[in-house]
């Protein structure tokens, strides 16, 4: 696979390790068999800054892979809710680049439908988890506002909960078209920013960095994408039922979804997630 320099956007010398720049030289290290490819600032942003989301996700990666497992009860059942979300999307058997795609949680879904699959992140720790799980799958540790690819590399872009966490989201929108052909679709799963008990978990996770589900409200994504000639497709509301639910707790989940399911508008407020499809113009 080609790739580009976070740097300079020439190509990357990638027979030889660390690989290099074929114009200005950087060289970028490999660890865990994972290309470490940020520019100076990134690097610092992603690798060494302090009390940042990003550090978050570099210090939680072992836990994050258990509790965000198909093992468990509600992780298992919600990711039925978002495959069934993507199935309509998957009859061609796609060319797919997971962004923000952490230690796996929907990794696991994506790579059944398709016969190439490439992950990237931008905390090393949760990628390497993923790397280890996914035997041979190409991954890349990088931000999504610069993915080391060239222009119109894939068919398409998945990313579960993890566009809301993308510091610059006009520039992660503007490269995540970038490396999507034209007719691509992006397909993104975040927390629905209409439901109302996701300020009570973050204030009791005291995750106050995850109030930036409220800068992904439909109308700030059309805004984002929009500006970079993507349409969007579908905005749906979906599932009742959190990964951390017991067996008992999802006793609630059939009668809420059967009461407040029904209609888009009721939906909107009670649904825990948000679904988005945005299509590249061909
Ligand atoms: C809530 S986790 C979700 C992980 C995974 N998609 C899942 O479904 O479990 C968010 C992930 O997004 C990654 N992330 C946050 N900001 C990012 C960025 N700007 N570029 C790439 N990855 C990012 C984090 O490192 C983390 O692994
Ligand atoms: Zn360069």
Redesign the pocket.
Known sequence: MNLICPNCDFLLDVSINPYTCLNCKETYPIINNIPLLFDKKQMIKYRMSKDT??EY?RNVASIYGKT?HVSLYGARRFLQDFENKLKPYFNTQPNILE?????G??TNIINRHSKSVTI????LE?LSINKMNHNGINAFCC???KLPFPNETFDMVI????FY???DKHL?AKNIARVLRKGGKLILSEMNPYNPLWPIMFAVKGHYFERSIYEIFPFQMKSYFSSIGMTIEEIDYYSYIPYFATEKLAKIEKPLQFMLGKSKLTRRFSAIRIFYVFKKSS
């Open positions: 989301p990003q996700y965000h962004i923000g795609s952490g230690t949680f929907a990237t992140d931008a905390s949760m931000a999504t506002e990313g579960n909960n993890t966490l993308v510091p992660g």
